[in-house]
């Protein structure tokens, strides 16, 4: 219990947060295991979990929950919103989990994805294949009802939170239907890419996790308007950054292959601008590629090259600058504590130049 007698400034740190944030979850996973001495079985999901969190991850969400809460009070995080920032991990465990599942990744944060790690530890039998991706699928169920059992504590300020809790997770897996329906057939309707964006990004990355710390410190109205201002569109930001980097980054860095989004044909803002601003023979090449399953580093080359003639990379990027710049603005003025909106700058800065 001693980690999480932080003092104010502790939730501000993001390396700090992150430990504290840690301990929370290899303690709670270690409770698990305690609690079912008949499933030795258990240890193979728990031992997962441990693997993803120690792959890394920036614990963005956790670290906005957090910071949510430093932007109305000065009073140090008590043990209950430690262990919401946790839940918020642990249900976004659940969301990569299956998230990789649905795109059939096979790598995530530089290591192989759950259901390809648990096909690899049944390697000796034939059905080795559809048995992890069916384990991987009870993981993910596993990890989002223990994102629920974390927030299994006393504390009456958690009780503001299960609406915009629930919200949170039915916004998410609305943004992943439509993400799902969208893929594989990329047309030049932006607004079907910029509400993907808003409901499985912006809203669950950003906004949620900050107002949800926020109102757990009792924030009024227009503090949790201020909040809104700032993560609508930094959330729209880091999306915008995710999908040019799931084109143009190093998988080096960023622990995803470059080629993914390229073959599932994924309906990004990216390229939707792309086909919008395209002549007639650049579109074909585009709707030609997209949606390959085949498609091989070459020929993904000639997309790349496609997208950025068009201009699409050039715009997005301005895209990215001016959600950023509109998020500083919501800080400027605002009623919320120094310290956080401190914090909140440097995060939105970040988050506008991240090449991982």
């Given at each position: ?166 919200a ?17 057939d ?17 809203k ?27 993560a ?15 084109v ?33 023979a ?35 990027e ?5 959600r ?33």
């Open positions: 219990m001693t980690a999480l007698a932080a003092s104010p400034a502790a939730p501000l740190d993001p390396d700090d947060m992150r430990r504290t944030v840690d301990a929370v979850l290899y303690a709670f996973l270690d409770e698990q295991e305690q609690a079912a001495p008949d499933l030795p079985e258990i240890a193979l999901f728990t031992g997962m979990l441990r693997t993803m969190l120690a792959a890394g991850g920036k614990r963005v969400r956790p670290f906005l929950c957090l910071t949510g809460w430093a932007a109305i009070t000065d009073q140090p995080p008590p043990p209950a919103v430690w262990r919401m920032a946790a839940s918020l991990e642990l249900f976004h465990a659940f969301a990569l989990i299956h998230d990789d599942i649905m795109d059939r990744s096979d790598t995530r944060r530089g290591r192989p994805t759950a259901h390809r790690a648990l096909a690899s530890h049944h390697a000796h039998r034939a059905d080795a294949d559809a048995l992890g991706v069916n384990t991987a699928i009870l993981l993910g169920d596993l990890a989002l009802g223990w994102s629920y059992e974390l927030l299994h504590v006393k504390d009456a300020r958690l009780r503001r939170t299960w609406g915009p809790l629930n949170l997770r039915t916004e998410t897996l609305i943004g992943q239907y439509l993400d799902l329906t969208a893929t594989g990329p047309t030049a309707d932006a607004d079907t890419a910029w509400r993907i964006i808003r409901y499985k990004t912006a669950y990355t950003i906004e949620r996790p900050l107002c949800l710390g926020a109102v757990t410190a009792g924030a009024d109205p227009a503090r949790l308007r201020s909040l809104s201002a700032y609508i569109p930094l959330g729209e930001a880091f999306q915008l950054r995710d999908d040019l980097l799931g143009y980054g190093d998988p080096a860095r960023t622990g995803k292959s470059t080629l993914d989004d390229l073959r599932e044909g994924k309906h990004t803002v990216l390229v939707a601008t792309a086909l919008d601003r395209a002549t007639p650049q579109r074909r090449t585009l709707t030609s590629l997209l949606g390959d399953p085949s498609l091989d580093q070459e020929t993904a080359d000639v997309l790349r090259a496609v997208l950025t003639a068009t201009g699409a990379a050039a715009a997005v301005q895209m990215i600058t001016d950023f710049h509109a998020a500083e603005r919501a800080l400027d003025g605002s009623a919320l504590r120094t310290h956080a909106t401190t914090a909140l700058r440097r995060l939105a800065a970040s988050t506008a130049t991240r090449a991982s």
